[in-house]
């Protein structure tokens, strides 16, 4: 594969940093994904091949589809965080989206961020970043085939998590020719990738729906129909008996609508904290809108947090985004 070539150097770097050190850490990002989830397994079983310590350790809990995942009861939130000589951080643009772990990452000297956000902010003591990989789990894939490992069911099926979920199931601009023959070599380990799929997408839990269709009833137009956007007040969540993580696809009901070109979804975590979210078809590059507000993300998917009122954020950020839209 052409890839290898151009990230050889720098995958070697983190070869030989996992060669001289026994102890690591891994952790991922706030509201953790797919992606995220399933390359820091993949990652988990690589070292521990190596006969390395690891700890797995995220500030946020591990949401429940998740939880078919082989070695997904390893991962730890709110503990103690043992000794580590190495920390691995995936799939996290910038130390903002570390939340409590973001501490014991400082005091760690060696930091090994692995990333494909384009806009990532280079933390680490080694940056492996590379927007042009569908997912850190494609990115986790290449190391298996960098130092020469056989990859097994379980991992296969961590990084075909990571990938079908950061692709939005292949359907997103970042699911490259690439990515596919990755996928391919995935099914050719004989993973069941409809029980995956299964897992993930068709089991969803009663109060997730339930805060879909009270999402649906705000749903509202603007920029002559190309802007859809809903929002959920931390009430709905309350009447919906949801949590934060049953929230995550919802923005994509209001992409889809015919005509839209942007979806964003406003989530009220506290009074005065509001969580946007913004999905694309194609060509509008939703990172620009979510980087005027400090977010960031990708072109056709990127996030960002306001505190204010929502109704004046969600003014403000509609109007700001029917701007982009003429300007594009
Ligand atoms: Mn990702």
């Known amino acids: 594969m052409k890839f290898l070539s151009k990230n050889k150097r720098i995958i070697d770097s983190i070869v030989s940093q996992i060669a001289c050190r026994k102890r690591f ?3 991922i990002h706030i509201y953790p994904d797919g992606d995220a989830i399933g390359s820091q397994i993949a990652l988990y079983i690589l070292l521990k091949r190596m006969g390395k310590e690891v700890a797995l350790i995220n500030s946020f809990p591990l949401p429940a589809r998740y939880k078919f995942l082989p070695n997904s009861e390893l991962i730890k939130h709110n503990v103690t965080i043992p000794d580590s000589e190495a920390a691995f951080v995936l799939d996290v643009g910038s130390k903002g989206r570390l939340g409590n772990m973001r501490d014991h990452i400082n005091n760690i000297k060696t930091v ?20 042009h990989m569908s997912s850190v789990g494609e990115q986790i894939f290449h190391l298996y085939k960098h130092m020469k490992l056989e990859i097994k069911k379980p991992e296969a099926i961590c990084l075909y998590t990571a990938i079908v979920t950061d692709t939005g199931s292949f359907q997103y601009s970042n699911a490259s020719a690439e990515t596919h023959l990755v996928v391919s070599e995935l099914l050719e380990t004989g993973i069941d990738h409809t029980r995956i799929c299964n897992q993930i997408y068709q089991n969803i839990p009663v109060s997730k729906l339930k805060l879909l269709q009270l999402a649906l009833e705000t749903l509202s137009f603007d920029a002559k129909g190309k802007i859809g956007y809903m929002f959920i007040t931390s009430d709905m969540y309350t009447k919906a008996c949801a949590a934060e993580e049953d929230s995550e696809e919802i923005v994509e009901y209001a992409r889809n609508v015919a005509g839209v070109e942007v979806g964003i979804l406003f989530k009220q975590h506290s009074k ?8 694309s078809k194609s060509k509008i590059d939703v990172r620009k809108i979510a980087s005027r507000f400090g977010g960031g993300g990708h072109h056709n998917a990127s996030a960002c947090t306001i505190n204010g009122e929502l109704s004046s954020v969600l ?10 839209l003429e300007s594009s």
């Open 25 to 27: 850490l891994i952790t």
């Open 112 to 131: 090994i961020n692995i990333d494909h956000h384009l806009g990532n902010d280079r933390f680490g003591i080694i940056n492996w970043v590379d927007p």
């Open 315 to 324: 003014k403000n950020v509609v109007r700001v985004t029917a701007l982009e």
């Open 272 to 279: 005065r904290n509001i969580k946007i979210s913004f999905r």
